[in-house]
């Protein structure tokens, strides 16, 4: 697929540090580039300003910060996970988890209006300020279903289980088979089930779709004649989505990359997947995981366009992928940004991307790093870090060093 390219606004003349620092003037009457800037804001027109100072809203050791578009956030304080919610000034804290690792945490609104996170060891969903499991625990093996007398017709029958929560129905047992005589039932009594709410999902005699025949939450069940199975089982062959190192939401499904493997879940089931084909891989580990309005941005060892789940092909779009950590979407959710080994690259909601950064600017080696889309004076910044990058020299703090900079009288 060749690359498209989207339109952007004008980034001013800002940072270049791919020219030589004696030759930064562009020809035109007061243009000129900054060799590097730090802690500075740049508006359209050039003018140069220090960036405004920051008050410190969390005391502790903190990490994973995330925020939902100024509403509420989250972050590990302490090896908690910890609730954020706006009050006055400040930020009141809630804790919602405690013994977290010290492993970076993604996050992820479900349109059911969770929050669900990952770090790589667990996969987990913040229900208001309540820390629940993705989905419902399911049983370690079906229970084994003995004979009875009864009057079901003879034949071969098909019988699973599953658990019906506060989190849902979990994933179906694997699927057992009993052959019944004339005259027979189905019986089981099971004590280690009491309390728990089992569905029994039944075939008929040597048929192949399984419906719900019983529920019991006793332990007991019996089917001693014929009868009309209800709705089919939705979660056979599923098992709970695995932990990975990004969580995103698209059109209905829950994505998780672990590796080189983008997993997703069944469509509005966030907590359950199918193992055999619910998955996409990857040539190399994936760092970059960004849902839009007609696809996925994806970045491995390339950048890739995959535009759903329904058998389509990655589509190639950049010859090299990003760094973790760094992508962000603007509030208006009309565009994606990341930063690559070349720069922070900008992409749109149909597929086009395009790097704003290297032809003016060359980077150092980094693996990783944060992003942050932010607004001021009028101002509209994707601010971004990259771990490993380090500073010029020659770097700008204010519009004086600025001038100082361009006039050639600071190393």
Same mark, same amino acid.
């Given at each position: 697929m060749?690359?498209?390219e &989207?339109?952007? /606004?004008?980034l001013?003349?800002g940072?270049?540090n791919?020219?030589?620092?004696t030759r930064?003037?562009?020809?035109?009457e007061g243009?000129t580039?900054l060799?590097a800037? %730090?802690?500075v804001d740049?508006?359209?027109?050039?003018f140069v300003?220090?960036r405004e100072?920051?008050?410190?809203?969390?005391?502790?050791?903190?990490?994973?910060?995330?925020?939902h578009d100024?509403?509420?956030?989250f972050?590990v304080?302490?090896?908690?996970?910890?609730r954020? %919610?706006p009050?006055?000034a400040?930020l009141?804290q809630?804790a919602v988890?405690?013994?977290?690792?010290r492993?970076?945490v993604?996050? /992820?609104?479900g349109?059911?209006?969770?929050?669900?996170?990952?770090?790589?060891?667990e996969i987990?969903?913040v229900?208001?300020? @309540?820390d629940r499991?993705?989905a419902?625990?399911?049983l370690?093996?079906?229970?084994v279903?003995?004979l009875a007398?009864?009057a079901?017709?003879a034949g071969?029958?098909?019988?699973?289980?599953?658990v019906?929560?506060d989190?849902?129905?979990?994933a179906?047992?694997?699927?057992?088979?009993i052959?019944?005589?004339?005259?027979?039932?189905?019986?089981l009594?099971d004590?280690?089930?009491?309390?728990?709410?089992v569905?029994?999902?039944?075939?008929?005699?040597?048929?192949?779709?399984?419906?719900?025949?019983?529920?019991a939450?006793?332990g007991r069940?019996g089917i001693?004649?014929?009868?009309e199975t209800?709705?089919?089982?939705d979660?056979?062959e599923?098992?709970?989505?695995?932990a990975?190192?990004? &969580?995103?939401h698209?059109n209905?499904r829950?994505?998780? @990359?672990a590796?080189?493997?983008?997993?997703?879940s069944?469509?509005y089931?966030?907590?359950l997947y199918?193992?055999?084909?619910g998955y996409?891989?990857?040539?190399?580990?994936i760092?970059v995981v960004?849902?839009?309005?007609?696809?996925v941005?994806l970045c491995?060892d390339?950048t890739?366009?995959?535009?759903d789940?329904?058998g389509?092909k990655l589509?190639?779009l950049?010859p090299?992928g990003?760094?973790?950590?760094?992508?962000v979407?603007s509030?208006?959710?009309?565009?994606?940004?990341?930063q690559s080994?070349?720069?922070l690259?900008?992409?749109?909601m &149909?597929g086009?991307?395009q790097?704003l950064?290297e032809a003016a600017?060359?980077?150092g080696?980094a693996?990783?790093?944060?992003s942050l889309?932010?607004s001021?004076?009028?101002m509209?910044h994707?601010?971004?870090?990259?771990?490993?990058?380090?500073a /010029?020299v020659?770097v700008s703090r204010s519009?004086?060093?600025?001038?100082?900079?361009r006039?050639?009288?600071k190393?």
């Amino acid at each position: 697929m060749s690359m498209r390219e &989207v339109k952007f /606004s004008s980034l001013a003349l800002g940072v270049n540090n791919r020219r030589e620092p004696t030759r930064l003037a562009t020809g035109g009457e007061g243009a000129t580039f900054l060799y590097a800037a %730090d802690n500075v804001d740049i508006d359209a027109t050039g003018f140069v300003k220090r960036r405004e100072g920051v008050t410190r809203a969390i005391i502790g050791a903190t990490h994973s910060a995330w925020d939902h578009d100024g509403e509420f956030g989250f972050a590990v304080i302490d090896d908690v996970l910890t609730r954020l %919610d706006p009050a006055g000034a400040g930020l009141s804290q809630t804790a919602v988890r405690v013994g977290m690792p010290r492993c970076a945490v993604s996050y /992820s609104r479900g349109a059911d209006g969770a929050v669900y996170w990952t770090n790589g060891a667990e996969i987990r969903r913040v229900v208001g300020a @309540a820390d629940r499991a993705i989905a419902t625990l399911g049983l370690p093996s079906a229970p084994v279903l003995g004979l009875a007398p009864g009057a079901l017709r003879a034949g071969r029958y098909l019988y699973a289980f599953t658990v019906q929560g506060d989190d849902g129905e979990s994933a179906a047992t694997v699927v057992q088979q009993i052959e019944v005589p004339e005259e027979g039932g189905l019986q089981l009594s099971d004590t280690t089930l009491d309390g728990l709410v089992v569905n029994l999902y039944l075939s008929g005699p040597n048929g192949e779709v399984l419906g719900l025949a019983q529920t019991a939450t006793d332990g007991r069940f019996g089917i001693v004649a014929p009868l009309e199975t209800l709705r089919r089982c939705d979660t056979l062959e599923t098992a709970p989505m695995p932990a990975g190192t990004i &969580v995103r939401h698209f059109n209905g499904r829950m994505l998780v @990359a672990a590796g080189s493997l983008l997993f997703f879940s069944q469509p509005y089931r966030y907590g359950l997947y199918e193992p055999a084909r619910g998955y996409v891989p990857l040539p190399a580990e994936i760092t970059v995981v960004e849902p839009c309005d007609n696809g996925v941005y994806l970045c491995a060892d390339k950048t890739y366009w995959l535009p759903d789940f329904n058998g389509s092909k990655l589509q190639d779009l950049l010859p090299y992928g990003g760094l973790a950590g760094t992508s962000v979407r603007s509030p208006a959710g009309k565009a994606a940004y990341w930063q690559s080994p070349r720069g922070l690259v900008m992409a749109d909601m &149909v597929g086009g991307v395009q790097n704003l950064q290297e032809a003016a600017l060359a980077f150092g080696p980094a693996v990783s790093g944060a992003s942050l889309f932010r607004s001021q004076d009028g101002m509209q910044h994707i601010v971004s870090t990259r771990v490993g990058a380090e500073a /010029s020299v020659a770097v700008s703090r204010s519009f004086m060093d600025a001038e100082i900079v361009r006039k050639g009288t600071k190393p």
